[in-house]
């Protein structure tokens, strides 16, 4: 708290007394900011808003008095010192002369206008004396407008000299990078400094436009008669009536062409026109419902030049002669639409009524536009050229990538492991063949066939496998429709020709027998006599056997023509033993006896799937003493 001294005492401690209503204690503000620059000023008023008991200055007289220093009574006058230097950055800092000017530009490809005023701003920085022209940007004008020329130094002329401000006045040109400027005006501030520098200012100018751009802005004179048609009347009694036509576009003469289905909407209201597609299901298109929006369309437009390139985006009243209208669509005939020429070949029924009280159509009969079949063309399958089965070769021909042939599965089931085996000879003209035998296999499974040649010692014939498992065709038939051997086929005494070789069939399995009398609807009657006829006498002699058989024991040598006939019928159906069936006897016979039980015997021939229900292994069983 401040004291005040009492008048008429000194100032002296304990002569001054605190105001005690006094509540305000805040000092004044000394600091301050001016154009964004902070300055500081000397108070006004003392703690609390006392009034200061010192002389109250202005600043222009604290100035004066700190350059001013007081005269002496003697000796010569001492001179005030000079003003601090201010660099020029610091002294012109953000402050930038700016003048309004133009300059025109050649356009030689336009047919409206032989040149263009474009309007610049030139700046003029004072603080490093660099330059920068800037076009202001108009909207939409199409032109790369901003930052025209970058802020640097700009050249004068060739010596190497510059741009100053000096150079700079209105009404005149200034050359910059080949282009040449004119200065129309500038701002109040660059007139106020240059007047200061003792610069002598032109006479402003007046900015001059863009011819082109202000054509563009008067409006266009009409030289067409108005209408006395009411649009008003036409909208109030059609609206919400529209005329509906199918039509169709055939656009099978180009590549990838297809018939597509349209509706063609007329609106009556507005005239305009509408065309939608129509969506079939699975038919592979997105679901647009719009090909043509809907608008107005032309029908006739304004021929031009077709040297002078165009592009249009919309098309304006003045360059369509003729728009379409309710007249222009009829059922039985063709309309170009925007390009695409589209076939009407119905309407609904509003439609038909509307024709027939506007334009007087009273049959509007549709039109059939369904397309005949195409022909059916036929698959030419190439010929068989030898490799693989036929059925699998024919899989190349119907996809890319062939697919496996269906196969009987029940029919494969049904007959697994069963085989009819026969016994055939060779037909050459070669005497060796002649003593050849073979035995052929016919597999009730897949209908295949295979040839085997038992090995004979000291023949000079290699045997083994003569013909691999494959199904045998018919000779003469083709390879477009094949005719395999079947069962049928091979009886006692036919020829089975195999790839040109000839196999006559000499005798057969008694299994082959017993399958055809348990199948007697897949063989023809005369086949079945045939082979019984072939196996009766064959019957009658193992019945008779058996029958002495049973009456009394057969001696040793009997024992020993019936194992030797065992052998020849084995060898003679392909049944001789291998290396498994030899080393499975040896294996049998422990005690290396060279013989074997009956029961033992048996249920090794059952093992290998050798027919024990033959006459011979009959007679065998029946045999006891063994």
């Known amino acids: 708290m401040s004291s005040q001294p009492v008048q008429g005492l000194p100032l002296l401690p304990g002569s001054s007394f605190r105001d005690?209503?006094?509540?305000?204690?805040?000092?004044?503000?000394?600091?301050?900011?001016?154009?964004?620059?902070?300055?500081?000023?000397?108070?006004?008023?003392?703690?609390?808003?006392?009034?200061?008991?010192?002389n109250q200055l202005s600043q222009a007289e604290l100035d004066e008095l700190s350059n001013k220093r007081p005269t002496l009574t003697y000796g010569e006058p001492k001179q005030a010192p000079p003003a601090d230097?201010?660099?020029?950055?610091?002294a012109f800092d953000k402050k930038v002369l700016k003048f309004d000017g133009y300059f025109q530009e050649d356009v030689p490809i336009s047919t409206e206008e032989h040149f263009r005023i474009r309007q610049v701003g030139i700046y003029?920085?004072?603080?490093?004396?660099?330059m920068s022209v800037m076009e202001p940007i108009v909207e939409n004008s199409g032109i790369p407008q901003?930052?025209?020329?970058?802020?640097?130094?700009?050249?004068?002329?060739?010596?190497?000299?510059?741009?100053?401000?000096?150079?700079?006045?209105?009404?005149?040109?200034?050359?910059?990078?080949?282009?040449?400027?004119?200065?129309v005006d500038c701002d109040a501030f660059t007139q106020t400094f240059l007047e200061s520098q003792g610069i002598e200012l032109n006479p402003p100018e007046r900015m001059i436009f863009d011819p082109y751009t202000e054509l563009r802005k008067m409006p266009l004179r009409m030289y067409i008669t108005p209408s006395d048609f009411d649009q008003l009347k036409q909208f109030l009694a059609y609206d919400k009536k529209v005329l509906r036509f199918f039509a169709i576009w055939d656009d099978t003469e180009q590549m990838f062409g297809e018939r597509r289905p349209f509706i063609i909407h007329y609106y009556l209201a507005d005239d305009t026109v509408e065309v939608r597609e129509v969506h079939e299901r699975n038919d592979g298109r997105d679901p647009f419902p719009v090909l043509i929006r809907r608008q107005r369309l032309p029908k006739r437009l304004v021929e031009?030049?077709?040297t002078f390139p165009t592009c249009v985006l919309e098309i304006s009243d003045q360059e369509v002669l003729e728009w379409y209208t309710a007249k222009d669509f009829a059922v039985g005939k063709s309309t170009t639409l925007l390009g695409r020429s589209f076939f009407i070949y119905d309407c609904d029924e509003f439609t038909r009524r509307f024709l027939q009280e506007k334009f007087g159509i009273s049959e509007v009969q549709p039109v059939d536009i369904s397309r005949p079949p195409p022909e059916e063309i036929k698959q030419i399958i190439p010929p068989y050229n030898g490799y693989?089965?036929?059925?699998?070769?024919?899989?190349n021909c119907f996809s890319l990538i062939p697919q496996a042939p269906r196969k009987n599965i029940i029919k494969m089931l049904e007959n697994d492991r069963k085989v009819l085996r026969y016994a055939v000879t060779l037909e050459s003209p070669n005497p060796e063949d002649k003593k050849r035998r073979f035995?052929?296999?016919?597999?009730?499974?897949?209908?295949?066939?295979?040839?085997?040649e038992p090995p004979v010692r000291n023949s000079g014939i290699i045997g083994g496998k003569y013909l691999g498992k494959t199904r045998v065709p018919k000779p003469g038939s083709c390879t477009d429709n094949p005719v395999y051997y079947e069962p049928a086929d091979l009886t006692i005494g036919a020829m089975v020709e195999v790839f040109g070789h000839r196999f006559i069939i000499t005798d057969a399995d008694e299994y082959v027998l017993n399958y055809m009398e348990s199948h007697l609807d897949s063989f023809p009657p005369e086949v079945v006599q045939?082979?019984?006829?072939?196996?009766?006498?064959?019957?009658?002699?193992?019945?008779?056997?058996?029958?002495?058989?049973a009456s009394d024991e057969p001696d040793q040598q009997e024992l020993e023509a019936l194992i030797k006939e065992l052998q020849e019928h084995m060898y003679r159906h392909n049944f001789a033993p291998d290396s498994n069936i030899q080393a499975a006897f040896l294996q049998q016979d422990q005690e290396g006896s060279g013989l074997l039980d009956k029961g033992e015997f048996f249920s090794l021939c059952e093992q290998f799937n050798i027919p024990v229900d033959d006459p011979l292994f009959k007679k065998v069983k029946s045999i006891h003493h063994i």
Do not use: C
């Open 124 to 130: 003029y920085y004072l603080e490093d004396d660099s």
């Open 439 to 452: 035995a052929l296999s016919y597999f009730l499974a897949t209908d295949m066939m295979t040839i085997y």
């Open 530 to 549: 045939s082979m019984r006829d072939h196996f009766a006498p064959r019957r009658a002699a193992a019945a008779a056997a058996l029958k002495r058989l």
């Open 388 to 395: 693989g089965f036929l059925d699998d070769s024919l899989q």
């Open 20 to 54: 005690t209503t006094k509540t305000a204690f805040h000092r004044s503000q000394t600091l301050g900011y001016k154009n964004g620059f902070a300055f500081k000023r000397l108070p006004t008023v003392g703690i609390g808003g006392t009034r200061l008991h010192v």
């Open 304 to 306: 031009k030049k077709g």
């Open 85 to 90: 230097f201010i660099p020029a950055h610091v």
């Open 146 to 183: 901003g930052k025209f020329i970058k802020r640097q130094r700009l050249p004068k002329n060739d010596h190497g000299d510059h741009y100053h401000w000096k150079d700079l006045n209105r009404g005149i040109n200034i050359t910059i990078y080949g282009k040449t400027f004119r200065i």
